[in-house]
């Protein structure tokens, strides 16, 4: 029985919460795998808009349990304020909620040290969220990590928490020119978050295997992007995970077989925030007019978006990697009313006509975009819940992205409440 993986095709905020409440609503367990409050996906329900950051989005949908897997990094002061301000709007998201032990902790000075490197970087600076999500990855890798189950050991705790500071403190207060962290400090902290933390600590992947066992379905939700996965992306344009949907096998403990469907979620148009290379990035009014039109701010740190054209070679590479099995289209109705619609179907690069994302980072700097110019539309296609339903010039629009993509569109988005989408056909 399926395992279904959601994955953005692009750089982010494509609507991968509003895919995953749809699909949620038919599904046993949700579950983030990568990343952490680094994301920001936002559904509407009955007019009600809720911005979840750490939470898997199927949180909305009660018959759904939701699962923080091993591959997610968590910031526990978010996660239980984000518990909270649910329960304050009537979702009880801890009833039922588990987190892995083996997840890895945010701690106070990951958010200090991330700060303070970009602010180091410059102009070379990769324009994260602040959260200290690189900095709780590195400590990962370095195996300096503090993992959710070192909450449950207070004297297993201390001696990470002082292992895992020793050399930051060199690092802070030598080259930062910062205050020294102190180790008793930060257990104090983090200790206190220990009774609410307990009852939600288990061994997901097999909870995850179990249920898959039983015939269960089990939706992947993947936070951030193919595009910035720290292997595949725009590297060092990127986060610090592997937001793809091999992601998943690694960050919620579940074997490649188990995956049945890949879906990838992308934009009728590109956005981006932070740094790095976006050929078709527009620095004009149509630009403005796309920000403006798809609302597109950040909903983590209310950054304005980078706004361009939909670029075939960014979701194609995409396709490729996570074999997508099926595509869902969103923010379709913010192209509502442009008369022609570029869409990038190849780069000019040194020289070069590009039918694929260049190899190396140079070349990506120096691609320019080859628009096609498809006719556009002016009716309002909000209301469409079947294909019939779209314009010619929509339908045609879908049709092409389609083709150029070489995969299936199975669901599009016509506007941000849970109603509003056209399915094409059943994504479970
Ligand atoms: P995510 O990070 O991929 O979950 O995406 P975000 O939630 O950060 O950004 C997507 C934004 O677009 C949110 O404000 C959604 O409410 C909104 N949205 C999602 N799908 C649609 C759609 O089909 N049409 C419109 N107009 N807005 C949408
Ligand atoms: P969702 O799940 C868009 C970007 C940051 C920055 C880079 C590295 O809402 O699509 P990090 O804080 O992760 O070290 O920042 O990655 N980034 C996102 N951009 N949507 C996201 O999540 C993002 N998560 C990280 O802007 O460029
Ligand atoms: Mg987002």
Known sequence: MPGIVIVGAQWGDEGKGKATDQIAERVDYTVRYSGGNNAGHTIVVDGQTYALHLLPSGILNPGCVPVIGNGVVVDLEVLFEEIDLLLARGVSAADHLLVSANAHIIAPYHKVIDKVTERFLGKRRIGTTGRGVGPA???????LGIRVQDLLDEKILRQKVEASLEQKNHLLVKVYNRAAIRPDEVAEQLLQYTPRLRPLVADTARVLNDALDEGKVVLFEGAQAHHLDVDHGTYPYVTSSNPIAAGACTGAGVGPTRIDRTIGIMKAYTTRVGEGPFPTELHDAAGEKLRQDGGEFGTTTGRPRRCGWFDALVVEQAVRVNAFTDLFLTKLDV??????????????????????????????????????????????????????????????YVRRLEELCATRISGIGVGPSREQVVMLRDLR
Not at 137 to 143: A, F, G, L, T
Request: charged share 25%.
């Open 137 to 143: 990855y590195s400590d990962k890798v370095n195996r």
């Open 335 to 396: 192209l509502t009313g442009w008369e022609e619609i570029p869409v990038c179907v190849g780069y000019e690069a040194e020289g070069r006509r590009l039918a694929h994302l260049p190899m190396t980072q140079t070349e990506f700097h120096h691609a320019e975009p080859v628009y096609e110019y498809l006719p556009g539309w002016s009716e309002d296609i909000s209301g469409a819940r079947s294909f019939d339903q779209l314009p010619q010039n929509t339908q045609r």
